[in-house]
T-cell receptor, first 112, second 113 residues
Framework: DAGITQSPRHKVTETGTPVTLRCHQTENHRYMYWYRQDPGHGLRLIHYSYGVKDTDKGEVSDGYSVSRSKTEDFLLTLESATSSQTSVYFC???????????FGPGTRLTVT | GQQLNQSPQSMFIQEGEDVSMNCTSSSIFNTWLWYKQDPGEGPVLLIALYKAGELTSNGRLTAQFGITRKDSFLNISASIPSDVGIYFCAGHPWGGSQGNLIFGKGTKLSVKP
């Protein structure tokens, strides 16, 4: 299994509060991704990173920001959580563009 | 935007049966990937395909990258109870951005009652 951990694994938070999810990898892969998975929508890309401090937006980036200060860590921040951001969030990594992606175990976030 | 049409959406299996599912697109893809997801877990990569016409096996699983570059299929031979789960196809579209991996909506495999 690829060395990817996500924290926390579960979180319940209130509308309007900031939330940060962490992804940590031990594979030294260049690319890291954040997805959300929702019934009826499948997996959708939020943001991705192609190197330290290099990030770009995905399909559903509104309301989310990311940071990558080290190769191994990729943070996803919800500045002011909304109920529409209740979802399961997955981190993924890949060694380079166009290659297979390996997924972490996921974080289940509930915004009340 | 680009979409992957995955079929069937769901199917029931009986132990020992062969299973087939496929993924199609209206546009060309450079890469096809097949994942399996169990409840409460992240998707696990089963097979990666990089060349048109490529046929790759992983145990009882076989997947092919279609010649037209617009489709892929996954076969599971002699299914066993642990094959139950959701299978996703995914691909990198030709000319896509660096982060652009497109996913199908999944095929849910369940055990016949």
């Amino acid at each position: 299994d690829a060395g990817i951990t996500q924290s926390p694994r579960h979180k319940v938070t209130e509308t309007g509060t900031p939330v940060t999810l962490r992804c940590h990898q031990t594979e030294n892969h260049r690319y890291m991704y954040w997805y959300r998975q929702d019934p009826g929508h499948g997996l959708r890309l939020i943001h991705y990173s192609y190197g330290v401090k290099d990030t770009d937006k995905g399909e559903v980036s509104d309301g989310y920001s990311v940071s990558r200060s080290k190769t191994e860590d990729f943070l996803l921040t919800l500045e002011s959580a909304t109920s529409s951001q209740t979802s399961v969030y997955f981190c993924a990594i890949s060694r380079d563009r166009g290659y297979e992606q390996y997924f972490g175990p996921g974080t289940r976030l509930t915004v009340t | 935007g680009q979409q992957l049409n995955q079929s069937p959406q769901s199917m029931f299996i009986q132990e020992g049966e062969d299973v087939s599912m496929n993924c199609t697109s209206s546009s060309i893809f450079n890469t096809w990937l097949w994942y399996k997801q169990d409840p409460g877990e992240g998707p696990v990569l089963l097979i990666a395909l990089y060349k048109a016409g490529e046929l790759t096996s992983n145990g009882r699983l076989t997947a092919q990258f279609g010649i037209t570059r617009k489709d892929s299929f996954l076969n599971i031979s002699a299914s066993i109870p642990s094959d139950v789960g959701i299978y996703f196809c995914a691909g990198h579209p030709w000319g896509g951005s660096q982060g652009n991996l497109i996913f199908g909506k999944g095929t849910k495999l369940s055990v016949k009652p």
